[in-house]
C-alpha cells in the first residue's frame, strides 16, 4: 500500500509557495508520494481568471520535473461539475483501491471546512495534513484536536496566485514568485492580459 499526499488546487498558476508546501510533505510527513490534483473549477471560488486546463496541467509538469515523489494528477478534469472533493476522494479510492491517501490542506481550509461537501466522510475516512496559512481565521475547536486532523509546523511562504496573475498583468518581475520555466510559459501564453 502506498501513502499519497493529495495538494488539490487551481494551480493558477503553480507558484514557489506550491512546491515549498509539497516539498516540506515529502520531507516531514511520511509520505511517498504528493499528487498534485489540478481542480478544474473550485465550488467556492468565482470563475473568472482560471487559464485553460491545459495549460495549467502543463505548468505542474513543468515545474515538478526533476521532484520523483511531485506527480501530476488531472484526473478531475474528466469528473462532473461542480465536482467536490468528497466526489474525487470516492473516485480514488475506487480506481486506487491499493492506495491510502491523505490530503494536504492550508488552514485557511479548515476555517471553512464545515462548509464542505460531505465533510463528515471526509474525516471518518481520511487523515488532514494541515500546513499554516497567514491570513486562516478561526478554526472550529473541534477540528484543532480531531485524531484525523494533524497539524505541521511549515515555514510560512506568502505567495498567492492572484499576486502573480496581477503581476503579470502589470507587467511586474515575477522573480521569487514562480519558477523561471513557468515564467517563460506565461510570457508566451500571455493569459492574463
Avoid at 112 to 137: N, T
Wanted: hydrophobic fraction near 40%; charged fraction near 25%; charge should be neutral.
Amino acid at each position: 500500500m502506498k501513502n499519497i499526499g493529495l495538494f488539490f488546487g487551481s494551480f493558477n498558476p503553480i507558484h514557489l509557495g506550491h512546491l515549498a508546501i509539497a516539498d516540506f510533505f515529502v520531507e516531514n510527513s511520511g509520505l511517498e508520494e504528493i499528487w498534485l490534483v489540478i481542480s478544474p473549477q473550485s465550488p467556492f471560488k468565482e470563475k473568472n481568471s482560471l487559464m485553460e486546463n491545459k495549460h495549467r496541467l502543463a505548468m505542474v509538469e513543468m515545474a515538478i520535473v526533476g521532484k520523483p515523489k511531485l506527480k501530476a494528477f488531472s484526473e478531475e478534469f474528466d469528473l462532473s461539475t461542480p465536482n467536490y472533493t468528497v466526489d474525487t476522494l470516492d473516485h480514488l479510492k475506487k480506481k486506487y483501491p491499493k492506495n491510502q491517501f491523505t490530503l494536504l490542506m492550508g488552514q485557511d481550509n479548515m476555517v471553512q471546512f464545515e462548509r464542505w461537501k460531505e465533510h463528515h466522510q471526509i474525516l471518518d475516512q481520511f487523515h488532514l495534513f494541515i500546513y499554516p496559512r497567514s491570513q486562516s481565521g478561526i478554526i472550529p475547536t473541534r477540528f484543532l484536536k480531531h485524531p484525523k486532523i494533524h497539524y505541521f509546523e511549515a515555514s510560512l511562504m506568502e505567495v498567492s496566485a492572484t499576486e502573480i496573475r496581477n503581476a503579470i498583468k502589470n507587467k511586474k518581475p515575477l522573480t521569487n514568485l514562480i519558477p523561471p520555466q513557468i515564467e517563460e510559459y506565461l510570457e508566451k501564453l500571455n493569459p492574463y492580459h
